[in-house]
């Protein structure tokens, strides 16, 4: 196959595979620019609806906060604790979560320092709570999981065959330029070349780690073969006839000594006999919000089961460990995750671009358009 055939061939795809994705990706890229500065915006609604925390000087120990979140909730015993956030922002409430039967699951705020239960809301319908299912599943369920992670695939492929196709690697100066004054069309192709080759590498991490997240189940062991990491058996707990689950203080006394220097950003509980306490670390070396360092202990006997350092992972945990600050931008920091929001919305230009370039190939090569054309031809 010649050289022209392939490209040929590479732009029919990249073509099509536009027109297919369009108006789901527009959605994805609008709601995960909106998602870039969640933390913010979402500390400051809780602010607004359940009042602000004044720092103290000593915290209330994590085990009191949580009896005294399953003490209010006693009332309603199908919800289940199932853990607690616990960042070390001196303003910030504790989260603790309860989880129903039906996986909804209900946040509870409370003073980290009084212990006081500020309020509580349905995470699923808050606001970021729907646009963050707006962009995972597109409000459809597991369906809408497969749809979006397929959609992220065919993302990423766009965005391969587009820095193939960019016009730029001939003439660099020339694949930057918009001719404004030029007709709309050429100024139309201008704005999806310039958006598509200032876009592309982000918009190709984004893909990529959103494709591997919506398939998780899939994609993680392939990383781990790929980077020829043995894959850790599942940690799991040992029940003991007659034996109680120890209390949450001597699991995290455990936890502690497993990793002394690192900060207890969440506690994840275990909601089966089997199941295992999650203990999410954050070492000073970690940049992070929450740390990829991950205690998980038996429920029973507080014995280490595995144990994640974040700065001694392997390679496949240390790859899996940069999907987040690939995806959300927060690699830079603040610059970084200002230009995400952008590269979110330029899906928007280059879906609009894109779809008006397809629009005057198509009246081109319509026989009804011509025919009209001849007519007016012969007016004249």
Not at 182 to 194: C, E, G, Q
Not at 303 to 326: G, I, T, Y
Request: aromatic share 12%; charged share 15%.
């Amino acid at each position: 196959m010649k050289s022209k055939q392939i490209r040929d061939l590479i732009f029919y795809l990249h073509r099509y595979l536009g027109l297919i994705v369009g108006l789901v990706v527009i959605i994805i890229g609008f709601t995960g620019s909106m998602l870039v500065f969640e933390k913010e915006i979402n500390q400051f609604l809780i602010s607004q609806q359940f009042g602000s925390v004044i720092p103290q000087q000593q915290r209330l120990p994590l085990e009191s906060v949580l009896e005294t979140v399953k003490t209010a909730y006693t009332s309603q015993p199908n919800l289940k604790l199932l853990g607690i956030n616990s960042l070390p922002d001196s303003d910030t409430p504790y989260r603790v979560f309860l989880l129903s039967p039906d996986e909804k699951r209900t946040e509870v705020f409370v003073n980290p320092y009084t212990g006081k239960i500020m309020g509580a809301r349905q995470s699923e319908n808050t606001l970021f709570g729907l646009i963050f299912k707006l962009h995972y599943q597109l409000l459809a369920g597991d369906i809408g999981t497969i749809i979006v992670g397929i959609v992220a695939l065919l993302l990423f492929i766009l965005c391969i065959t587009g820095i193939i196709l960019w016009p730029g690697w001939n003439r660099l100066m020339a694949g930057f330029k918009i001719k404004w004054n030029a007709h709309i069309k050429r100024v139309n192709f201008d704005l999806h070349k310039v958006a598509g080759i200032v876009t592309a590498i982000f918009l190709t991490m984004i893909a990529f780690t959103g494709f591997c997240w919506n398939f998780y189940n899939f994609t993680k062991p392939l990383i781990y073969v790929a980077t020829f990491t043995p894959i850790p058996p599942d940690p799991v707990s040992h029940p003991i006839a007659g034996k109680s689950p120890l209390r949450l203080t001597e699991i995290l006394q455990k936890a502690d000594a497993a990793l002394p220097s690192a900060y207890t950003t969440y506690i994840r509980l275990p909601q089966a006999p089997e199941g295992v306490v999650r203990v999410g670390k954050k070492l000073p070396q970690e940049t992070t919000e929450y740390g990829n360092s991950q205690i998980y202990l038996d429920q029973y006997t507080g014995e280490v089961v595995q144990l994640k350092n974040a700065l001694k992972s392997s390679r496949a945990d240390r790859f899996l460990d940069v999907f987040a600050p690939m995806h959300y931008g927060t690699f830079g920091g603040l610059p970084t995750r200002i230009l995400y929001v952008f590269v979110g919305l330029g899906l928007l230009t280059l879906s609009v671009t894109g779809f008006i370039m397809w629009w005057y190939r198509y009246k081109g090569k319509n026989p009804k358009q011509k025919t009209m054309k001849m007519v007016d031809l012969s007016k004249s």
